[in-house]
T-cell receptor
Framework: GAGVSQSPSNKVTEKGKDVELRCDPI?????LYWYRQSLGQGLEFLIY????????KSGLPSDRFSAERTGGSVSTLTIQRTQQEDSAVYLC?????????????FGQGTRLTVV | AQKVTQAQTEISVVEKEDVTLDCVYE???????LFWYKQPPSGELVFLIR????DEQNEISGRYSWNFQKSTSSFNFTITASQVVDSAVYFC??????????????WGLGTSLAVNP
């Protein structure tokens, strides 16, 4: 597609439920990133994919968080047993290659609210 | 440790005023990149500029200009003759090098700019 697409745009879930957030990167972009943006917290790195592998998962906050990428394209971020502190905007970005000087293109994010 | 500080949380100006958004960074790397992104109310982060640590030339793009000074570890962003459409949150970010193809950005907390008519 023309840009990075994320779905759903908004998700309200009950505490304890599992959620899946989807990211469709720009076609041909090999690198994919997930970030979390909490109110007043700025952007927090979660995980980075190069192709289907994730060389850097250091930002995942707990083992309730996992992500996968298939076919070098679509990625899914899964949060199990959601907690209220998981409420945030989850942003996905993609870039051509993963080198230091590549710019990332962001989607509009998924706003997750855990009630 | 690597860190990006945007000391101005919120700025409010009247249309046509010039405004400068400050960004100060900390890094021990000799090779690094600095970025500015704009986040309008729609939520999508929009890339504005990338600058590498070896290029201290200031850059101008239309009404936007950037002043990179390694001596003060600053990468400030100026909007000349601001417009209402410039209202957004602006983020400064620093690239963090790593082994192999690892790459992630260290972000400032953002400056919320309101341009009033």
């Amino acid at each position: 597609g023309a840009g990075v697409s994320q779905s759903p745009s908004n998700k309200v879930t009950e505490k304890g439920k599992d959620v899946e957030l989807r990211c469709d990167p720009i076609s041909g972009h090999t690198a994919l990133y997930w970030y979390r943006q909490s109110l007043g917290q700025g952007l927090e790195f979660l995980i980075y994919f190069q192709g289907n592998s994730a060389p850097d998962k250091s930002g995942l906050p707990s083992d309730r968080f996992s992500a996968e990428r298939t076919g070098g394209s679509v990625s899914t971020l899964t949060i199990q047993r959601t907690q209220q502190e998981d409420s945030a905007v989850y942003l996905c970005a993609s870039s051509y290659g993963g080198g230091l000087n590549t710019e990332a293109f962001f989607g509009q994010g998924t706003r997750l609210t855990v009630v | 440790a690597q860190k990006v500080t945007q000391a101005q949380t919120e700025i409010s100006v009247v249309e046509k005023e010039d405004v400068t958004l400050d960004c100060v960074y900390e890094t021990r790397d000799t090779t690094y990149y600095l970025f500015w992104y704009k986040q309008p109310p729609s939520g999508e982060l929009v890339f504005l500029i990338r600058r590498n640590s070896f290029d201290e030339q200031n850059e101008i793009s239309g009404r936007y200009s950037w002043n990179f000074q390694k001596s003060t570890s600053s990468f400030n962003f100026t909007i000349t003759a601001s417009q209402v459409v410039d209202s957004a949150v602006y983020f400064c970010a620093l690239s963090e090098g790593g082994a192999g193809n690892n790459r992630k950005l260290i972000w400032g907390l953002g400056t919320s700019l309101a341009v009033n008519p």
